[in-house]
Structures are given as C-alpha cells and as structure tokens.
C-alpha cells in the first residue's frame, strides 16, 4: 500500500502535506531481503491506477520480482496516513483506508498456489488476514499444514484499526499454530490474545511453531525453539 508522512509533527487534524512513500509488511521484508541478495517475490494485488504504478515500480526497483502481482480494474490500491509520534504513545495515529481495496480482494481462488509456494520460505503477516473474509479464507489455506510447503514464517502484526471487532483478531492465534516460524510483540500477544503472562505464557499458547520470537520493544527478544530451549536477547542498538 501506499503510506503518506507528515511534513511535520502533529495531529492529523493539523498537518498540511505529506510525503509519499511505499508501506506494507510484506513488502517491506520483500525489499529488505531483495537489498542484501537474496531472491525475493512479492504476490499482492493493487489498483490499475497511479498508487499502483507507483508501488510496483518501487518495490521491482528493490529487486523484487513483482509478475505475481494482480491489477484490479474496480478496487483501488490502499493507503493509509499516519502521524510522525513513537507508536507506543497514544499521540501516534493511524488512518487506514484499506477496505474495499485491491489487496482485500485477494483469496484463495485468486493467488497462484504454486508462486506462492515455489520459495524456500512463504513470510505472511497478519495484516491480510484483517482486510476480508476472502483474506482470511487465503490466510488459512496458506497456513494449513501439508506436505512439500515452504518453511512458513508468520509476523503476526496486529493493527487493531484493521479489525472491527476487537475480538476478531483471535484468529491470529489460530494461523499463528499453522505456521513453522512465528513473530509476535508481547503487546499485541496481551491485546489480542488476552495473554498477560510474558513471553512464556504466549509459548505456551503456542506449542506448534518450531521457532517463536516474542518481542518485548526495549527489553529484547526472547525465542523458542523446537527442542524447548529458550534464548532471551537484548534489544540492538539501532
């Protein structure tokens, strides 16, 4: 999608311009991965309008490779706004205007299983999950254990402005189970889950992932791995 960044610091009500620039959590591993040579794609819909052209170009110029991705004639590409503050303060704001986009039109019956699983890994994200119940439909059958599948690797990325009901993203834990490699903030474990014990309790959630990394912001990282070992790291310096 397509994401606009105050010129200034403020309230959305009170910023006058903004940048453009590429946003997107698959997309932004895509890039990440392309930039330090490995062979990424990314397999998305967006609009057949100007946002379109613009991410596609972006993200090929990356070095990804971009022939998966669908244009929708009907459904314009998503976009979102936020505000320059630290997102763990409640002065951070975000504006999504992702429903009824091209991405929400995604589904099972519309993604070509053998691109999606031609890699070694399959990385998804939460996100998708969150635009339409043909989203979840394709999430699910991503997630779904079976033989020959890539490694699955699932950032669990929980926006609470994407969900209408908060209750709704209990569904992540669910395809959180579905997958080999799982990424997942002890914030949103509490705020989605109701976990509250650190980051045993969410492992403990989660049994089925052979790597879980739970994120605790300043205080590090702590990541489980198939044969019950746990390895708490602190957080870089970035």
């Known amino acids: 999608m397509v994401t606009f960044l105050p010129r200034r610091p403020g309230r959305l009500a009170d910023v006058p311009s ?28 967006v609009g ?22 669908r244009r929708d004639p009907r459904r314009p590409t998503g976009i979102y706004f936020r505000t320059a503050g630290d997102r763990a303060t409640d002065a951070h704001e975000v504006a999504y ?24 890994v399959l990385h998804l994200s939460g996100i998708t999950a969150a ?21 699955v690797s699932f950032d669990v990325n929980h926006r609470p402005g994407l969900w209408r009901d908060p209750a709704d993203a209990r569904v992540l834990l669910d395809l959180a189970r579905g997958a080999d490699l799982v990424f997942v903030g002890e914030d949103e474990a509490a705020d989605a ?5 650190g980051p045993d309790a969410v492992r403990a959630a989660l049994p089925e ?29 970035v």
């Open 131 to 151: 635009l339409s119940a043909d989203c979840l439909g394709l999430m699910r059958a991503l997630t779904a254990r079976r033989p020959g599948r890539p490694l």
């Open 193 to 197: 889950w109701g976990l509250t014990g």
């Open 48 to 69: 057949a309008d100007g946002f379109g052209d613009h991410l596609l170009a972006a993200v090929a110029d990356c070095g990804v490779d971009v022939s998966h991705v």
């Open 18 to 45: 903004f940048d453009r620039a590429i946003g997107g959590a698959e997309s932004n591993v895509a890039c990440t991965l392309a930039r330090t040579g490995h062979t990424a794609r990314w397999i998305s819909r």
């Open 209 to 237: 992932p052979a790597t879980l990394v739970v994120k605790r912001g300043a205080a590090g990282a702590v990541a489980y791995d198939r044969h019950g070992g746990r390895h708490a790291e602190p957080a870089p310096r």
């Open 97 to 120: 205007y992702r429903a009824g986009s091209a991405a929400s039109a995604m589904s099972a019956a519309t993604v070509d299983p053998a691109a999606a699983g031609s890699g070694r």
